[in-house]
């Protein structure tokens, strides 16, 4: 239970990673930074506080103002963030489940410094902002800042920090421990699907047609995967650029769920020449956060709503994330059109089907759930190896298909 209900916690102290046991729960299995941004006496201390508070031991804050950094409109970062990242970094190294960096994060540049770290070390990122009523009057500002900053000074930051800063794209990211479970069935699916003849059959479709007997590498094959934690993308917003991307982050029921715990349901695994990754099934709660122009490959495409929503798992040599949905959709359509696809035999984890032209798909026998934060991702997005030490989130293990 949480430490404090929402009854008795101030109006604006109400949040989903305080209030609500499921999202409380969620987050201490996961791993999780969380930027307090705002103009000087907003309340960023007293919210860093309350979130100290409720998850206790498993938390560590780190303060601008305890390093004595001032807030101010700069031309660059100043070194004094060095030991401000230092105490970061070693969190981070620790694997802390909650790590606060309170500060006034008005600075793009700065931002993009502590999301490099984030993606680094495999922390989901949630940007927080006190709710008090003064959080943008400068004239009450003025007296509750401890800087003694003027109006005139607060007001110089206060355009930066008006507008909501929007992420590359909104999604549900998986709190560690469930990551780390699907990593152990898609690897396990790997392996299976690698020792079936058939597979090894149909793996022309995966080798290069000047040298077909090469021995095929599974893991090595899909060598990429998204930055950031295991996660199903809702809305790609680029930052604020994408079409409809500020209709959907003022949409009611996004401003609600962010920050808040959901438990997604995946009904299958899938693999490509392209992408391997998981089916997400997704409940009527979740289809609200769920955009409507995002499930067609064609403009003429009718498909379910949902039916692009899932979890990438690798990605093959000069593949994008974003292919996974698309190849989702190729199921999808077949599926549409009567085609379910050759039941091959039933594997450790179900009945693999065939489509054809390396299309493989493992319809679970018993589906899995998985929690996950309603967020965003706010890194650069680049891809990054699926090898690694399992710590810093490799998808896969090493798997040879002979």
């Not at 070693?90 to 500060?103: E, L």
């Not at 479970?181 to 090894?200: I, P």
């Not at 998204?226 to 003022?250: N, R």
């Amino acid at each position: 239970m949480s430490t404090q209900s929402s009854k008795e916690r101030p109006e604006n102290l109400q949040f989903p990673f305080l209030d609500d046991d499921t999202t409380i729960s969620t987050v201490k299995e996961s791993k999780t930074l969380f930027i307090i941004r705002g103009l000087p006496g907003s309340g960023k201390s007293t919210l860093a506080q309350a979130i100290q508070d409720q998850y206790k031991d498993a938390c560590k804050v780190i303060s601008a103002d305890t390093h004595k950094i001032t807030p101010a409109i700069r031309s660059s970062i100043p070194e004094d963030y060095s030991k401000l990242d230092e105490d970061l970094v070693d969190y981070c190294k620790r694997d802390i489940s909650v790590v606060i960096v309170d500060d006034t994060h008005h600075e793009r540049e700065r931002l993009d410094q502590l999301f490099d770290i984030a993606d680094k070390y495999q922390y989901k990122v949630l940007f927080v902002e006190p709710k008090t009523p003064w959080k943008m009057d400068c004239l009450q500002l003025k007296d509750k800042n401890q800087w003694k900053l003027s109006v005139e000074d607060l007001k110089k930051m206060k355009p930066s920090l008006e507008k909501d800063f929007l992420p590359l794209y909104y999604g549900w990211f998986l709190s560690k421990k469930s990551s780390e479970n699907l990593r152990k069935t898609g690897q396990a699916f790997l392996d299976e699907l690698g020792s079936l003849k058939v597979f090894k059959k149909e793996s022309k479709y995966f080798l290069p047609a000047e040298d077909p007997k090469v021995k095929l590498d599974l893991t090595s094959y899909f060598a990429k995967r998204p930055p950031s934690v295991l996660h199903c993308t809702t809305k790609f917003t680029d930052f604020g650029k994408a079409m409809g991307a500020d209709e959907y982050a003022q949409q009611e029921v996004v401003k609600a769920s962010y920050g808040k715990a959901f438990t997604l349901t995946i009904s299958a695994l899938f693999l490509t020449t392209k992408t391997a990754g998981a089916r997400v099934e997704l409940s009527e709660p979740e289809l609200l956060l769920w955009p409507g122009d995002v499930d067609k490959i064609l403009p003429i495409d009718n498909l379910p709503k949902g039916s692009r929503a899932h979890i990438t798992l690798g990605c093959a040599s000069g593949i994008e994330p974003v292919q996974t949905g698309l190849d989702l959709l190729e199921f999808v359509k077949l599926e549409k059109a009567g085609t379910k696809g050759e039941e091959i035999e039933e594997i450790g984890g179900g009945k693999l089907l065939y489509f054809g032209n390396g299309m493989f798909m493992l319809l679970l026998s018993k589906k899995i759930e998985v929690r996950a934060i309603f967020s965003g991702y706010y890194g650069k997005g680049k891809l990054v190896p699926t090898q690694g030490s399992n710590k810093r989130g490799s998808a896969f293990n090493p798997c040879t298909i002979i």
